[in-house]
């Protein structure tokens, strides 16, 4: 039996991982300015707390942002931060997405504040951290190791002040969950060993 599976370079991973994470912030614009050219009608794609019709947001919530200044607060971190956590490969990367943005979703729809409209990808990018933060012990890798602590000293500082429950306007809910479900995800989602493969005979 031969290994038929298609085989990455480095450069291919590189690449992959920098057009799919830049893809994704530019949507995030590209849906910004049509929702400001709608007047904001996109605004109600955010999750309103324990309303039974707004279940059908919490995956839309996490690319809708309001106004120009929260997208643009979102983008550097979300550049650098998933395009980090891609280089470990593009499928593994969507799952953690995934995972992140329907357990921040849900989260968000059970704790926060009544009334309250929740939206934006910060609570992916507080779940990257914690995925990123952990993931390289949690699979014993030096260069996750040295990533996790390169993010945490630059990003650290502000992911604890979005913790903090006294900012307004902010969900720190979100965050929160956020950052649990990333660091639930590098353990639910680690790479395991890959087994010999039979040679060919």
């Known amino acids: 039996m031969t290994d038929t599976r298609p085989t990455w370079s480095r450069g291919d991973r590189v690449r992959a991982a920098a057009l799919l994470v830049a893809g994704w912030v530019a949507l995030l614009w590209l849906l910004e300015v049509a929702d400001a050219a709608s007047g904001h009608a996109l605004d109600d794609f955010g999750v309103v ?46 799952a953690v997405c995934a995972l992140i943005v329907v357990a921040d979703g849900l989260g968000v729809w059970l704790i926060s504040p009544a009334d309250s409209n929740t939206a934006g990808a910060s609570g992916l990018i507080f779940g990257l951290f914690g995925y990123l933060l952990v993931s390289g012990f949690v699979e014993r890798r030096p260069l996750g190791i040295l990533a996790g ?22 969900s720190w809910q979100g965050h929160l969950i956020g950052l649990a479900a990333g660091i639930a995800a590098a353990f639910l989602l680690r790479r395991r060993p890959a087994k010999p493969l039979t040679p060919a005979l």
Not at 152 to 157: Q, R
Request: proline share 7%; charged share 5%; hydrophobic share 55%.
């Open 149 to 170: 602590v390169l993010v945490a000293a630059v990003w650290g500082g502000s992911i604890l002040a979005g913790l903090a429950p006294t900012q307004s306007g902010i």
């Open 49 to 94: 707390p324990r309303t039974p019709s707004e279940l059908v947001d919490v995956v839309p919530s996490a690319f809708i942002h309001f106004g120009f200044s929260h997208v643009a607060a979102n983008s550097v971190p979300l550049l650098v931060l998933g395009f980090l956590a891609a280089l470990g490969g593009i499928r593994r990367f969507l």
